[in-house]
């Protein structure tokens, strides 16, 4: 459990890949966004109501099946909608592909309700989310940026000492590269990194020692 003044975050890794699905609130109005709700539903909405949270939208990183598995039902509990970038949409058509590699069932592809663009603001409540088009570990990845908290939301783009897989259809480590120079090393060094998977860093950290893509 995190939370600092005047922002909720939970960071909660979900099912067998272990996707960090992170809970951002406005602990003023109780409003919230889910980012990656992959799996394990059930805890999210419990940490949700823990917190007295009601969900305004559910952000999907990009459509890899560990990130976006669990949103068609969390959305079907919360009415809230999916806001995913629209060049993830061949891959969220073809969940059962992905589902086979992993060995589990396919789950229902949730669609877009809002289409995800550079520049989107995106509120729960009184926090603003910045929304930047980050493709390279596939086509419609985002990453989300909150200003006032210094805080990067990272999906699978950049991790602590490595970088997204680009050998996955749609990837490409030249526009990878380019994402995290141009769009994410430009953030502040004090920047904390939440990545899709495994342990925070900074942004000052990795551009000095990422041993992938450097400054
Ligand atoms: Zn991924």
């Known amino acids: 459990m995190q939370s600092t003044a005047g922002l909720i975050h939970e960071v909660l890794p979900v099912g067998m890949l272990g996707c960090n699905c992170s809970i951002l609130g406005d602990p003023a109005t109780r409003e919230a966004i889910v980012v ?25 990183t990009h459509a890899h099946i ?3 598995g669990g949103a068609h039902k969390l959305r ?5 909608p999916v806001y995913m ?22 789950p229902t592809n949730p669609g877009i309700d ?5 520049g989107d603001i995106l509120r729960a409540g009184l926090k603003e989310v910045h929304v930047l088009e980050t493709p390279g570990h596939t086509p419609g990845s985002i990453s989300l ?26 990837g490409d480590s030249a526009a990878l590269a380019r994402s995290i120079r141009a769009k994410l090393y430009a953030l502040p060094d004090a920047t904390i990194v939440y990545p899709g998977h495994g342990d925070a860093t900074d942004i000052g950290t990795e551009k000095r020692s990422n041993p992938f893509v450097r400054a």
């Open 66 to 68: 560990d990130h976006i």
């Open 36 to 60: 990656d709700p992959g799996d394990d539903i059930q805890e999210i909405v419990a940490i949700l109501n823990r917190h007295k949270l009601k969900v305004k939208t559910i952000v999907i």
């Open 114 to 118: 809002t289409l995800a663009h550079e």
């Open 85 to 106: 970038n629209q060049s993830d949409t061949f891959l969220a058509e073809h969940l059962s592909t992905q589902a086979r590699w992993l060995g589990v069932e396919t």
């Open 76 to 80: 079907a509990i919360t009415g809230a």
């Open 145 to 170: 940026y909150l200003p006032t908290e210094q805080r990067l939301i990272a999906g699978d783009t950049l991790f602590k000492g490595s970088v997204g897989r680009t050998d996955l259809p749609g």
